[in-house]
């Protein structure tokens, strides 16, 4: 599958499209008005980083607790519920006179409840597209990604001038709706991938044995740690501008999409495994430069240039696919989803508080050279490590589903082979 006419024809992959922008066009919208709500009622770049990116610290409890669900719950279901838990607390975030505290409360609790939610995406994705079309698909979803962020923060922008911070919440919490409404009309019944209930000891089981990999424990670190560690340098915008950070989001996710863009259409299959390491490191290095506190054009440029490097996790996804067996992908695209997520509050949360005691420009210095460190120490490591096969050779099998010890729907529970 090379072309998005073939992508687009496929059945159910246009509402699944549709549901995925939704959802992020809110969480765009709510994650500005919050962040700027909060960093006018305290001033605090700390907690208006973690305002903004804070839910993801809470990403790490639902992938310890909650992500066996993501296998084990029907997908059209599973979204449809997330998206209305996601409307309901994005308007109670708009209460007048919330006490802080509750703000951050609801917000965790939200990050809790949508670790659930890449798990149960990238899992259906992989359902509903031929293997030769995940990348493309994913890639697409990365580009909607990228344009609904850019709506997002022009549509936050704009409402954030006429209705308010409150009042952009509201609108957020709507846009959450049509996600849930799409989801619930627009995509198939579809049984859950793997047998048995979701529960604590499941997720720890599989989690465990998805870790247990060399291979899959590579490019989890590559998905995580330089990505979040960028997200960081992100979460100090409004600080560094606060006349123009919905700008500079807006221009970091064109750099996303275009960096989306070539990966999944136009970069041969041959070539795409020299790029992963160069395309973490082109995420970092332009971070750099904002040091000597360029004019606004310029840091336009940057984190444009910078986000184009976020394209290196569709590499990394597209390996961790190639790693993992079907019955256990949601798990292990969840994980990775909650890992990423997770990483990027822990970044916003480092960020905010070297900012905190330095300066803005000099805290995304400081994030990026960090980046750069971890990206040059995993480099030998993934190419060293094969692409496919990592279940092998990781010498342990597959845990079975809950209720089954020793096999999975249809019969046992299969090794992917050497290819």
């Known amino acids: 599958m090379r072309t998005y006419r073939e992508l687009f024809g496929t059945p159910e992959f246009t509402p699944f499209f549709l549901t995925a922008s939704a959802q992020v066009a809110a969480t765009t919208a709510s994650g500005l008005a919050l962040g700027t709500l909060v960093y006018a009622a305290t001033g605090s770049p ?47 975030q708009a209460l007048p006179g919330l006490p802080l505290w509750v703000i951050f409360a609801i917000l965790l609790a939200l990050g809790m409840a949508g670790s659930l939610g890449g798990g149960v995406r990238l899992g259906l994705l992989d359902e509903i597209l031929p293997e030769s079309g995940y990348v493309l698909g994913r890639s697409v979803l990365n580009i909607s990604t990228g344009a609904m962020q850019i709506c997002g923060f022009a549509l936050g922008g704009v409402l954030l001038s006429v209705l308010s911070a409150r009042g952009t919440l509201v609108a957020a919490a709507g846009l959450y709706l049509v996600a849930a409404g799409l989801a619930r009309f627009g995509l198939s019944r579809r049984p859950a991938r793997a047998e048995g209930r979701p529960s604590v000891a499941a997720t720890w089981r599989a989690n465990a044995w998805l870790w247990s990999s060399p291979p899959r424990r590579y490019v989890y670190l590559a998905l995580w740690v330089p990505n979040g560690l960028i997200v960081g340098c992100e979460s100090l915008f409004v600080p560094y501008a606060p006349g123009h950070a919905g700008l500079l989001f807006a221009f970091a996710a064109f750099g996303m999409l275009v960096g989306d863009a070539a990966i999944g259409r136009l970069v041969p299959h041959r070539w795409r495994a020299r790029l992963g390491s160069p395309l973490r490191l082109l995420l970092a290095v332009p971070y750099l430069l904002l040091l000597l506190d360029p004019p606004l054009p310029v840091a336009l440029a940057v984190v444009t240039l910078a986000s184009a490097g976020y394209s290196a996790s569709l590499l990394l996804q597209e390996r961790l696919v190639a790693l993992t067996p079907p019955h256990a992908r949601g798990q292990a695209l969840g994980l990775g989803s909650s890992g990423v997520l997770t990483m990027q509050g822990v970044g916003a949360a480092l960020a905010g508080a070297v900012a905190q005691h330095t300066s803005p420009a000099t805290a995304m210095a400081v994030m990026a050279v960090a980046s750069v460190a971890v990206t040059v120490f995993l480099a030998p490591r993934l190419r060293d490590s094969p692409r496919e096969g990592g279940a092998v050779r990781s010498g342990r099998k597959p845990p079975p589903p809950i209720g089954s010890e020793t096999s999975a729907p249809g019969g046992p529970v299969p090794e992917p082979p050497r290819r």
């Open 46 to 92: 700390l907690l208006s980083a973690l305002s903004m990116f804070g839910a993801s610290l809470a990403q790490v409890v639902g992938a310890a607790v909650l992500l066996s669900a993501a296998d084990r719950m029907p997908p059209r279901f599973a979204l449809t519920a997330l998206a209305l838990v996601a409307a309901l607390g994005t308007a109670a």
